[in-house]
């Protein structure tokens, strides 16, 4: 199964400017899995310490969100993953 991940402008410069990454899962989880294989220095910006992703990373499933289920919501061969970073000010 094959799945689209849309790189986002923030981590293009750890991916050598790559714009999408073709990978492999079950779960939005799996893709994210394989897509840090893929370049391991983006897992500083997608997950915590502990493994979790991060509060300000948003995910989206053919552009619907994946929220609250996020890493756990399931995704078929050829869907494309968006990854969003929430900014908030104040």
Do not use: W
């Not at 897509?35 to 300000?56: C, N, S």
Request: aromatic share 8%.
């Amino acid at each position: 199964m094959s799945v689209q991940i849309d790189i986002p402008p923030l981590l293009r410069h750890l991916t050598d400017g790559a714009t999408t990454a073709k990978v492999k899962g079950s779960t939005v989880g799996d893709c994210l899995n394989h897509f840090v294989g893929q370049y391991p220095r983006t897992k500083k910006l997608l997950f915590d310490k502990d493994g979790k992703l991060l509060r300000y990373v948003e995910v989206y499933v053919n552009k619907v969100t994946t929220y609250p289920e996020e890493t756990a919501a399931p995704v078929n061969d050829g869907d494309e993953i968006s990854i969003v970073y929430v900014i908030a000010g104040g």
